[in-house]
């Protein structure tokens, strides 16, 4: 958190039957959220078609669509209570679970949270653990990251464009006025005017004097555009490093808000420590490039947080929310990949 790709394509998921499954339900979020085994019992019914097996020996039969099913009960579940605790239940959201070993969830979309198997496998049964994991993504969509990014992207791109388009006006124009004071062509000869005191003595221009002009001192459009190129191959390395600035003051935004979120949801402040070291034993390919922090600094400035909040008055206080609202419902999302976890409004 993890990694708010838009990258992923939809088609690399392994799409479930959320539809069908969804829509053969008859789950009160109540009785969801109180026996999760009721509720995974009847998902699995729906996905595989065949009854429940209980005995390991059977179930091992069945072990991934068991798999797939628990964990969409699971995030569900926990999802629910985190975004009613936080009151950001004003909006709907939307969650996959993704049927690949990947240890990963992210942000993207409009309130959509991803989460990969291969994660929640990691956490399996820490609800706390998972309650930061999808705070964490919650946070990006409530602190508009993603829109945040893109505006700040596209006026960084647009600067950095502006700004190698000035510097190669400055140098045709220099060259254009060194022209003009010690260079002229007569007859397709190219001679030079060197002053010496009050005289003007003509010389050869020596090849390659001009790098933008041509041999009549006019800008020469292909070789400005190939300068301006090298000019924004260079910028590019600066608005790189700009994104991974930006990425790196989100992530901690993302954890800051996910801790705050998870334990107003009352559940354990440790879970959040428990997902992030987790996720430090996850290699990074290259760190120098990552937009996350490393995450013993990420574990760091968690426990700076743990100082300076009141984990009772959060607790205190998102209870107060559960307690007055009713659980969120759920429904097949037309896109036909996710679930739908119903607004306030809309579970009604
Ligand atoms: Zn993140």
Not at 24 to 40: E, G, M, Y
Request: hydrophobic letters at 40%.
């Amino acid at each position: 958190m993890i990694c708010r790709s838009a990258s992923i394509a939809l088609t690399t998921l392994l799409s479930l039957p959320v539809s069908g499954l969804i829509s053969q339900l008859s789950i009160n979020p109540v009785a969801a959220q109180t026996n999760r085994c009721t509720l995974l019992q009847q998902r699995c019914k729906e996905v595989t078609n065949i009854p429940i097996q209980t005995s390991p020996k059977k179930s091992k039969s069945r072990p991934l669509a068991q798999a797939q099913v628990k964990n969409w009960a699971w995030v569900y579940s926990v999802m629910e209570k985190v975004i009613r605790a936080n009151e950001l239940d004003e909006h709907t959201w939307r969650v996959r679970v993704v049927n690949q070993y990947i240890d990963n969830a992210f942000a993207s979309d409009v309130n959509l949270v991803t989460v990969y198997d291969g994660l929640l496998d990691k956490i399996n049964g820490d609800d706390a653990a998972l309650a930061f994991i999808i705070g964490h993504e919650l946070a990006h969509n409530s602190q508009r990251h993603l829109a945040v990014s893109a505006t700040v992207n596209a006026e960084v791109l647009q600067r950095l464009n502006n700004e190698a388009e000035t510097e190669i006006q400055k140098l045709v124009a220099d060259e254009q006025q060194k022209f003009q004071q010690q260079g002229e062509v007569r007859g397709g000869v190219e001679i030079a005017c060197v002053i010496l005191g009050s005289f003007c003595r003509k010389v050869p221009i020596q090849a390659g004097a001009y790098l933008y002009l041509n041999s009549q001192g006019q800008p020469d459009p292909n070789r400005i555009e190939q300068q301006k190129q090298q000019i924004i191959a260079q910028k590019q390395q600066e608005f790189n490093k700009q994104q991974i600035q930006l990425g790196r003051r989100q992530e901690s935004e993302a954890d800051e808000f996910g801790y705050l979120y998870m334990v107003k949801a009352g559940y354990d402040p440790k879970g959040a420590f428990r997902a992030m070291e987790i996720l430090a034993r996850i290699p990074v390919p290259n760190p120098s490039i990552d937009v996350h922090p490393p995450a013993t600094e990420r574990i760091e400035a968690l426990q700076t947080l743990t100082r300076k909040v009141s984990s009772p008055a959060l607790v205190a206080e998102g209870a107060a929310k559960l307690r007055k609202t009713k659980p969120l419902t759920y429904a097949a999302s037309s896109d036909g990949q996710s679930l739908l976890i119903n607004s306030r409004f809309g579970s009604k």
